[in-house]
């Protein structure tokens, strides 16, 4: 939506759902702008035990003691809300379409957190280390499943890639190359099994607590690489950690039947006509 906007060739075309997505960019605005404005006038306060991002944005000074401007606090804040919102739900779905649909992976899931979170124990950071099965399936879906499914990186010094002969490709300074996530956690020089779902193979080594090591160190890239990395990446997972662990302690689920559940690719990945899934109360 946003992306549409900073290109103006396409923000002045009159495309189809134009409307409907200058109508929702304006209402996410609308929103961000809202949340700044109760914050300066003190009608919000930080929900953690200190100063939280938007306290932090709206104090910060730079070298010259100035201040960011409001739209530069409205921009980074956006920027917050856009990229940790939908990716940590999208993450969430496809966590909950695994347990649905295998009975092993919930009842191991199950097993590890009534064993670390007995009698609908509220989780505290002091569990995380503990809850390790939950971790690992939370990898394996960003490994099937990855939130990001491709992204972009501009090359700024030549290379050469691929092996001598007519599979070299030479890639020019400036060119734009996407990478697609998707399909790198699927291949299978990387992956043995590259399209079953088994978390095991992220379970850290009980001896050493060490986690396996990849194949290659950048065969795994849900949280992008490089300098401009996700910078939520050990936030997202925590979140996902405690909200997984929440639900499957205290949750019954299970999928509806005949849908049709197939990953559609945009910027984010989700399924492409939702989700549904029956939930009680666990007793
Ligand atoms: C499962 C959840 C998440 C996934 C899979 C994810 C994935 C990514 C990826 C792949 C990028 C790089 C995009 C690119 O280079 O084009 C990125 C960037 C970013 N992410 Fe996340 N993200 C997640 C959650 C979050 C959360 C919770 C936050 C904030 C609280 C966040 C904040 C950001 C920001 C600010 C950037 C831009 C960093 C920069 O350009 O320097 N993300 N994320």
Redesign the pocket.
Do not use: H
């Given at each position: 939506m946003r992306m549409i906007s900073q290109v103006p060739l396409l923000a002045r075309l009159p495309f189809w759902r134009k409307q409907l997505l200058d109508e929702n960019s304006r209402r996410v605005s609308n929103f961000v702008e809202q949340i700044i404005a109760d914050r300066r006038k003190g009608r919000s306060a930080s929900l953690c035990a200190g100063a939280d991002l938007l306290d932090l944005l709206l104090s910060a000074v730079d070298d010259e003691g100035q201040p960011f401007s409001d739209q530069e606090v409205k921009d980074e804040a956006l920027?917050?809300v856009v990229?940790?919102h939908e990716?940590?739900a999208?993450?969430m779905t496809w966590a909950m379409y695994v347990l649905m649909t295998n009975e092993s992976v919930l009842r191991a899931c199950r097993e590890e957190v009534d064993q670390v979170l007995p009698n609908g124990m509220i989780p505290s950071y002091e569990h995380m280390n503990d809850l390790q099965v939950c971790e690992a399936i939370l990898q394996e879906t960003?490994r099937l499943y990855?939130?990001?499914p491709w992204?972009?990186r501009k090359c700024i010094r030549e290379h050469t890639i691929g092996s001598d002969g007519h599979h070299q490709v030479r890639i020019p300074v400036g060119t734009t190359i996407a990478i697609m996530?998707y399909m790198l956690h699927r291949r299978a020089d990387f992956w043995p099994r590259p399209l079953e779902f088994d978390y095991m193979r992220w379970m850290r080594n009980p001896m050493t607590g060490l986690k396996p090591k990849l194949t290659h160190p950048f065969c795994y890239?849900?949280?992008?690489a490089g300098s401009?990395?996700?910078?939520?990446?050990n936030?997202?997972l925590l979140?996902?950690k405690v909200m997984l662990a929440m639900f499957v302690q205290r949750c019954n689920f299970s999928i509806e039947p005949g849908q049709t559940i197939v990953p559609q690719i945009t910027i984010t990945m989700r399924p492409k006509y939702g989700l549904k899934a029956r939930v009680t109360k666990r007793s």
């Open positions: 920027t917050f990229a940790g990716t940590t999208n993450l960003l990855p939130p990001v992204f972009v996530t890239l849900p949280f992008a401009r990395n996700c910078i939520g990446q936030f997202a979140e996902a």
